[in-house]
């Protein structure tokens, strides 16, 4: 079992729905998020490009806020999720300061959030809250051990990339270009 997602960069609109439902899904604090949208403008008028994507947490196989946790609070769970057991964390702030992707935050109550796959969620059969609210269905998720799943075969049908490949980190979420 490995947890995977996989982004179109084609079909995102921008509309922050993603954005909203994790928000209300994790109750994450007024004035942070666990997912949120990013335009790339390339090129110059009239020959410009904009990328849209929901970035996250990548769930990275060789994650460097799991090496540097001094607790063991940031772990690996089932299907490679990363996940931060927040009973452990101590709030040092060394994983938020890891991530080559900005994707953790200091949660007002004393520990560190970020995504977690809706792991709630997926473990029960459903999908993601920003999965299933997309309006555009540019979001795809699922086991990446089996061919079938929605992400395997997104993955199998278009070009992808990672971000930030040269750190090393081994993402799991994908982006479809
Ligand atoms: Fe893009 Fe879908 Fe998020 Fe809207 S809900 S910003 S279309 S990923
Ligand atoms: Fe850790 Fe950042 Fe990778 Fe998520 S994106 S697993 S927080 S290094
Ligand atoms: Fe938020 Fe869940 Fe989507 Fe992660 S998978 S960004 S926790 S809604």
């Known amino acids: 079992m490995r947890y995977a997602m996989a982004v179109d960069t084609k079909k995102c609109v921008g509309c922050s729905d993603c954005v909203v439902a994790c928000q209300a899904e994790n109750k994450v604090p007024i004035g942070f998020c666990r997912d949120w949208v990013v335009e790339i403008v390339t090129g110059k008028f009239p020959e410009v490009k904009v990328e849209l994507r929901s970035e996250r947490c990548n769930h990275c196989k060789n994650s460097p806020c799991v090496r540097c946790c001094p607790t063991g609070a940031s772990h690996y769970s089932d299907g490679g999720i990363v996940m931060v057991n927040g009973d452990d964390c101590i709030g040092c702030g060394a994983c938020i300061q890891s991530c080559p992707y900005d994707a953790r935050y200091s949660?007002?109550?004393?520990?560190?959030?970020?995504?977690?796959?809706?792991?709630?969620?997926?473990?029960?059969?459903?999908?993601?809250?920003?999965?299933?609210?997309?309006?555009?269905?540019?979001?795809?998720?699922?086991?990446?051990?089996?061919?079938?799943?929605?992400?395997?075969?997104?993955?199998?049908?278009?070009?992808?990339?990672?971000?930030?490949?040269?750190?090393?980190?081994?993402?799991?979420?994908?982006?479809?270009?």
């Open 107 to 177: 949660h007002p109550e004393g520990f560190v959030d970020k995504c977690t796959f809706c792991q709630h969620r997926v473990t029960r059969g459903y999908k993601p809250a920003c999965v299933s609210v997309c309006p555009t269905n540019c979001l795809y998720f699922g086991d990446l051990d089996n061919p079938k799943s929605d992400v395997s075969v997104a993955l199998q049908k278009r070009k992808y990339k990672v971000l930030a490949p040269e750190a090393g980190t081994k993402p799991q979420v994908y982006f479809l270009i």
